[in-house]
């Protein structure tokens, strides 16, 4: 999840970190988001809200408007939505759990296939992400992503000759990825049961998966049939 959307550009820290990965353009390529796909967010955040003393009402799938305070029951408005965002990756980061299955699916794929995690975490915060994915077997390059991911996917497309493929919870990240990078098999997955019934597949997605051995057999499945 993420609290605002923007254009398809690139930022320049953006790009920075694009530059600096040792990627091979001859081998696959998947790129994985983290919150919802990789890590629990809604979990985790569910429980430092209550720790803070509000709650999320996951009335629609977005932050603003579902963070109610716990006291009167009321939205919190949108200033108070981010600040409470922002301390929550400041002090958690490194606490939120995995979803069933990424590390186990990433290392088979691993095998066949560049990881690349793409994650909207705030860039102060990509260190501390960096160590979560290691504690959990994923040790694999991070690259902090602001707005929208079709930039940085462009970005990585123009340079690879294998396929790649693509991972993220937010259907305008889909849309975005489809827009500049159309040659990106991208896939839908919602990892919290909840936000599922609140959102169908993206209308951009080649397809919607929602646990990693899915998602593993997939992948596998398209690489075989392409010669990899």
């Known amino acids: 999840m993420e609290l605002k959307l923007e254009d398809d550009s690139l930022h320049d820290d953006v790009l920075a970190q694009l530059e600096a990965l040792p990627l ?3 081998r696959p390529l998947i790129v994985s988001d983290a919150d919802e ?4 967010f809604v979990r985790s955040l569910e429980g430092f809200l209550l720790d803070n003393g509000h709650f999320l009402d996951l009335q629609s799938f977005a932050l603003s408007g579902n963070i109610r305070d716990s006291t009167s029951g009321e939205p919190v408005s949108a200033e108070l939505v981010k600040a409470l965002i922002g301390a929550f990756f400041d002090q958690r980061t490194e606490q939120i ?3 069933d299955g990424a590390a186990d699916a990433l290392a088979v794929l691993s095998k ?4 690349l995690v793409l994650s909207n975490v705030p860039l102060d915060r990509r260190t501390a992400r960096r160590r ?7 040790d694999y390059p991070l690259v902090a992503n602001i707005g929208r991911k079709g930039g940085a996917m462009a970005y990585l497309m123009a340079r690879q000759k294998a ?3 693509f991972l993220d919870d937010i259907p305008h990240n889909i849309a975005s990825v489809a827009r500049v990078a159309a040659a990106v098999t991208r896939l839908h997955f919602i990892a919290d049961h909840r936000l599922r019934d ?5 209308e951009d997605a080649d397809a919607r998966i929602d646990d990693w051995p899915g998602v593993r057999r997939f992948i596998e499945t398209r690489l075989s049939e392409q010669g990899y």
């Open 97 to 99: 759990e995995p979803v």
């Open 132 to 138: 979560a994915l290691v504690k959990h077997g994923m």
């Open 24 to 26: 091979a353009p001859e």
């Open 198 to 202: 609140l959102l169908g597949a993206a």
């Open 37 to 40: 796909v990789i890590f629990a």
């Open 112 to 115: 066949r296939a560049q990881i």
């Open 163 to 165: 396929p790649v493929f």
